[in-house]
Nanobody, 118 residues
């Protein structure tokens, strides 16, 4: 069985920081394209950041360098460091794993809530 388990979400004040974790089982994250997505109420799910199996990263331009995705192969875990948080960052954050060397394969975590409020 494949599981992606997110943790680290919660309530934080504007300007604060959080680090989200995505612990994977059933897959090896170093051979998958890993990503973080978020979805706010009434809005479409959007890509936040991604890291390829080769280590290349991609970010949504609107984040302006505030977020950083990383991978710890020894722990089989992907992280999202979130700094200078704003109320508009409030959303459910989802971990994603994908491969497309053959037929597309995707897995999703259940999500973790991030609320930025004063």
């Amino acid at each position: 069985q494949v599981q992606l388990v997110e943790s680290g979400g919660g309530l934080v004040q504007p300007g604060g920081s959080l680090r989200l974790s995505c612990a994977a089982s059933g897959i090896i994250v170093s051979i998958y394209h890993m990503g973080w997505f978020r979805q706010a109420p009434g809005k479409q799910r959007e890509l936040v950041a991604a890291i390829t199996s080769g280590g290349n990263t991609n970010y949504a331009g609107s984040l302006k360098g505030r977020f950083t995705i990383s991978r710890d192969n020894a722990k089989n875990t992907v992280y999202l460091q979130m700094n200078s948080l704003k109320p508009e960052d409030t959303a459910v954050y989802y971990c994603n794993a994908a491969r497309w060397d053959g037929p597309l394969i995707e897995y999703w975590g259940q999500g973790t809530q991030v609320t930025v409020s004063s």
